[in-house]
């Protein structure tokens, strides 16, 4: 028999017991509501694109109503079923919540959903998802041990399958990225360097490569850890660089491995000035109608530190696909997909011709997956490949490209025979190949967009005006749009900098030469702000339309732009002449060029007496130099360097203190401070 203390103390735990039961159920109901109000469905996660599911997914709201819900439904779950084994701490909501982009976006998940791990994973993450769905709708209206009890007995089984199923496929498809991370890397690094000496350091070019960087060295980070990021960095000469995190990368550390390749390849080259487009093409044509595209696809008056970014990345590309041929076992989408450019390429361009059902017959690409899905990359078939599409190449090309396909083509071919008893060297070779067929397709579409600007040239010279008139309205309209109307003006508009550009130059012209309003009877010159003899100043004769002052004026801005000392950029320099970014640079480089010899054939007339050996010797090389030399940058160190190539690389005796003097000369004139370079016009 119970005594009363007894009976008072089961009463007391009866009703601790009763409060906490419905304090668990009342936060139950909250918990799941938040989820239905604030969560996300099937439904809605079916009707989204992958861009929005992924970015609706990481919002912090999100996340946080998502792991309350699931971490609440799995620990009902395993308390009903007596299953304390399973531990949640092991629960990720990012990798939960990466279910609803496996099943709803395998495409963009997968670089191919083909593979045992690939399917077994999308099968596990509907399971979970459709589960966890279920579970929830029931909890609604639905006390716990009310529930289905077969799903709440193969809920936690399921979330532990999907986890292993996610493992086994991430820990090797995170293999593969590192390897394609350290490739962008070490481009990236280059580019760096290269992009350092040409732009500002608060460039928007420079910043979007650091930004990326960031990125990509938080990402090598996540998949192959501490150790490699650290040797990889050291062998790059970046050991100074801090470990990166989710801030400094602004990443999410759990987005998909084929989501983060696609960003990778794509911000790489976007990063970069665009190709030409079609309002800088019918500029070009109309200053130059006989101007055509370059074999790279854009303008010979690229900058070249952007030229050698490009060919950087490019060549990172190339030796990325290598190692995908040489994984264990080889991944071939990204080599699928070059396959199927040059494929789409040639038929676009022999569209309509015989050539189009020979290329068509030479490269079958369901054919080509079905190959390598079943037996791999076999030589002597991929060398038929190659073979059979140069041939249609042959045909299809302009014959001014005849010679060196067919020189280039033996030399490949020899490669090929060398690797066929080789295995090791296959990869490389075959990509070789590759990388020779794309290149011959893109010239073939640049020779063709050559032959169409030469049609078009004629067309442009008379109506390209009216054509870039055009543009130039719409963007201004689409300022006015964005900022209220207000366009132009020195402080907004489509015109701000060109605004200030001109209010510069007329200030400045108004102080240092003036004009008077009289100035064809007088012609009067003088350096007083106004008119000695009529009093007004530079802007009346502005206002009256007298074109010599406009000609000054315009020749003053000109002059600020070509002979100053902040860098040309697209984002600076004024909007007018944005299509002649490059112009202005090669004329900058060229400006500068001529006041470095200019001030160094000065500095040497001056150190001595004609008679001087030396002098006469130094003065002799740096003529030559600065006749011959074309310099590619504004950047006088590769000048100097320039001039001790040429010295070298001339076939004439000169006596090593010619060159030490003028070499010494070059030194000193490199000083922007030096007063002769000051007297020559250098940047101030």
């Known amino acids: 028999m119970a005594t009363g203390a007894q009976l008072a103390a089961a009463v007391r735990i009866q009703c601790w017991y009763k409060g906490i039961l419905e304090s668990s159920l009342s936060r139950t109901d909250r918990i799941i509501g938040d989820f239905f109000e604030k969560g996300i469905s099937l439904e809605r996660a079916k009707n989204m694109s992958f861009d929005e599911l992924s970015a609706t997914l990481r919002q912090h709201g999100m996340l946080y109503n998502m792991r309350r819900a699931i971490l609440r439904v799995f620990h009902l779950c395993v308390a009903r079923r007596n299953a304390h084994s399973i531990a949640s701490p092991n629960l990720n909501t990012r990798v939960f919540l990466s279910a609803y982009m496996v099943h709803f976006g395998p495409d963009f998940v997968f670089e191919t959903v083909d593979g045992e791990s690939k399917k077994e994973l999308m099968e596990a993450a509907w399971a979970l998802i459709e589960s966890f769905h279920r579970i929830c709708e029931e909890l609604q209206t639905k006390a716990v041990q009310d529930v289905d009890r077969a799903l709440v007995v193969d809920f936690p089984p399921r979330m532990v399958v999907y ?196 290329i068509k017959s030479a490269v079958n690409v369901d054919a080509v997956k079905t190959t390598l899905k079943d037996v791999g990359m076999q030589w002597g078939p991929s060398v038929a490949l190659l073979e059979g599409v140069v041939d249609v ?119 240092e030469v003036v004009y008077c309003c009289s100035w064809l009877s007088c012609g009067m010159l003088t350096s007083f702000p106004c008119c000695p003899q009529c009093g007004k100043d530079m802007s009346h004769t502005l206002m009256k339309g007298m074109g010599v002052d406009f000609m000054a004026v315009h020749m003053k801005a000109v002059m600020g732009l070509v002979a100053g000392s902040e860098d040309i950029t697209a984002d600076n320099c004024p909007e007018t002449l944005k299509l002649d970014v490059h112009r202005l640079q090669a004329c900058r480089v060229e400006f500068n060029f001529v006041v470095l010899g200019s001030t160094a054939m000065c500095k040497l007339q001056a150190l001595g007496p004609k008679s001087s050996t030396a002098q006469m010797g130094a003065l002799s090389l740096l003529s030559a130099f600065f006749l011959e030399y074309i310099p590619r940058s504004g950047d006088d160190s590769q000048i100097q360097k320039g001039f001790v190539e040429f010295v070298n690389g001339r076939g004439v005796a000169f006596e090593e203190g010619h060159r030490e003097a003028a070499l010494c000369v070059l030194q000193q004139s490199k000083e922007a401070s030096d007063p002769v370079r000051l007297v020559m016009g250098g940047p101030k």
Not at 166 to 176: G, H, L, M, V
Not at 187 to 195: H, N
Not at 407 to 413: A, F, G, N, P
Not at 470 to 497: F, N, P, Q, S, Y
């Open 163 to 358: 986890v292993q199923k996610f493992k086994a496929w991430k820990i090797p498809d995170e293999d593969k990225l590192a390897c394609r991370i350290k490739h962008a890397l070490s481009a990236l690094y280059a580019a760096r360097d290269q992009v350092c000496g040409a732009e500002p350091s608060n460039s928007k070019l420079v910043v979007e490569f650091e930004a990326q960087q960031e990125r990509l060295r938080f990402k090598l980070l996540q998949c192959a850890g501490k150790g490699v990021l650290k040797a990889f960095d050291e062998e790059n000469g970046r050991a100074h660089l801090p470990a990166p995190t989710a801030h400094s990368a602004g990443n999410d550390p759990y987005s998909t491995t084929r989501e983060a390749s696609k960003t990778t390849s794509k911000n790489m080259y976007s990063t970069l000035p665009g190709r030409m487009t079609n309002e800088q093409l019918a500029h070009e044509l109309l200053i130059d109608p006989k101007f055509k595209l370059d074999e790279k696809g854009g303008s010979d008056q690229e900058n070249p530190v952007f030229a050698r970014i490009r060919e950087g990345f490019h060549v990172a590309f190339w030796d990325s696909l290598v190692d995908d041929l040489r994984l264990t076992p080889p991944c071939y989408v990204r080599v699928v997909r070059v396959i199927s450019e040059v494929r789409d390429g040639i038929i676009e361009l022999a569209s309509g011709t015989k050539e189009e059902a020979s």
């Open 393 to 511: 190449v042959k045909k299809m090309q302009a014959p001014m490209r005849d010679v060196e396909t067919r020189e280039q083509w033996i030399v490949l071919r020899k490669s090929f025979a060398d690797a066929e008893f080789h295995e090791e060297e296959q990869p490389a070779a075959f990509c070789r190949g590759l990388e020779f067929i794309l290149d011959r397709v893109n010239l073939m579409r640049i020779d063709c967009a050559n032959a169409r600007l030469r049609m078009i040239a004629p067309v442009i010279k008379l109506h390209g005006p009216e054509y870039e008139r055009a543009h130039m309205e719409r963007r201004i309209k689409a300022a006015a749009v964005k900022e209220g109307g207000v366009v132009g003006g020195a402080h907004g508009g489509a015109l701000r900098l060109t605004s200030e550009w001109i209010s510069k130059a007329v200030i400045e012209v108004g102080f």
